[in-house]
């Protein structure tokens, strides 16, 4: 008698993917909440802040062992190159370049997506806005891009705002994908 083994080519992943900066308890909630339902998650980190400031890399999958094999974290190791560059900056460019470097670290996620199919799903969200996969199956989701109503708590998860809506977690097939900026400003 022999066994046959039949793989699944056909299994449509979802990947979660994020940004990292030193926020190992809300990675952990994050990581315990999406884990059975998520293939990968994408960690992808930068070794330099928002502010432009050199920085070390905090993030260590090892703090998390249960979802180590899960977990593939990226490290963003150079300035974005339309960085504004002098002596001195006007508030306006402080606050563009902040914003090249958060753009630079979003997108630096899709070089991590090579390896995947076209049917698989990715999610991207800030480490703090946790999609409700319970409630909603992407794996019969028929519709191009998922964006969803998320709960808002402010700084402190009793300090809810009951009426408003959050829309934080943006999620697509990666045929649909063209990169994280794009994604996270589909309204």
Known sequence: MSLIMIINTNYMKIIDTTTYFE????MGIRLNILG??????IVCEARF??????????FNKKDFPEFEDKIIH???????NDIIKKNELSSLELRLNSV?????????????LKDYSSEDYIIHSDNDEIPNLEKFNLRKNKE??????QKLFYYKFNLILP????????ACKLKNFKNIDLLRATK
């Open 74 to 80: 990226v490290i963003v190791n150079k300035e974005p």
């Open 100 to 112: 090249s470097r958060i753009k630079e670290q979003r997108n630096y996620i899709g070089n991590s």
């Open 163 to 170: 009426n408003i809506n959050w829309f934080g977690s943006k």
């Open 144 to 149: 191009k891009i998922v964006i969803f109503n």
């Open 23 to 26: 926020e190992k308890m809300m």
């Open 49 to 58: 802040s928002h502010s432009g400031n050199e920085k070390e890399i905090k």
């Open 36 to 41: 059975p339902f998520v293939d990968k998650f």
